[in-house]
């Protein structure tokens, strides 16, 4: 069935240093990758995305790579800052042509030490 | 920015009890979702709305939820004689329906059953 694993579950980095989350994919019909930022208590922000026909892009110090072989995609965050402490979630979704519902990741709580 | 917007903010009910939870989406989005996230776990798919009717709906969304858009700018879930195991942070969602959809989520109803 649909599956996405997502590792670490949780990642200490000191400020200033980057931070690398990994997920895994099963259904090879996936072809939109979001990742979403969620502080404590409130909704999932979605950070960047990227689509199939795409195997890297970048948005400032927030990076998402993907290959499709291997069915991995990997969020990259650099010069990481506290206000980045959060939980992470990767997710999966199969675009047009179907419902677009997103298959969650477990989530990877990122703090960032000062 | 359009958010989605979701009433109460917190539920709490006597198990057995039915629920409401309402959500109104962004206006031009035209695919509707819930989802659901139980403490400390990822955020699960539970259905997802189109056309005025589920397009898709998870193990989760049994007999005991419905979905309903009652007007052109509600959306609403409903939880029939509620139990424990419901107690969960609902979310509403939406988007665009254009290949590779954006979702955005509200920010979230926290149901307790007591």
């Known amino acids: 069935g649909e599956n996405v694993e997502q590792h670490p579950s949780t990642l200490s980095v000191q400020e200033g240093d980057s931070a690398v989350i990994k997920c895994t994919y099963s259904?090879?019909?996936?072809?939109?990758f979001p990742w979403y930022k969620q502080e404590l208590g409130k909704r999932p922000q979605l950070i960047i995305d990227?689509?199939?026909?795409?195997g890297e892009k970048k948005d400032q110090r927030i990076a998402v790579t993907l290959n499709k072989t291997a069915k991995h995609f990997s969020l990259h965050i650099t010069e990481t800052q506290p206000e980045d402490s959060a939980v992470y979630f990767c997710a999966a979704s199969i675009g047009s042509g179907n419902t677009g519902k997103l298959i969650f990741g477990q989530g990877t709580t990122l703090q960032v030490k000062p | 920015e359009p958010e989605v917007t979701q009433t109460p903010s917190h539920q709490v009910t006597q198990m057995g009890q039915e629920v409401i939870l309402r959500c109104v989406p962004i206006s031009n989005h035209l695919y509707f979702y819930w989802y659901r996230q139980i403490l400390g776990q990822k955020v699960e798919f539970l259905v997802s709305f189109y056309n005025n009717e589920i397009s898709e709906k998870s193990e989760i969304f049994d007999d005991q939820f419905s979905v309903e858009r009652p007007d052109g700018s509600n959306f609403t879930l409903k939880i029939r004689s509620t139990k424990l195991e419901d107690s969960a942070m609902y979310f509403c969602?939406?988007?665009?329906?254009?290949?590779?959809?954006?979702?955005?989520f509200g920010q979230g109803t926290r149901l307790t059953v007591v």
């Open positions: 969602a939406s988007s665009s329906g254009t290949g590779g959809r954006t979702t955005s």
């Open positions: 259904d090879s019909a996936s072809n939109y």
């Open positions: 990227i689509r199939s026909n795409v």
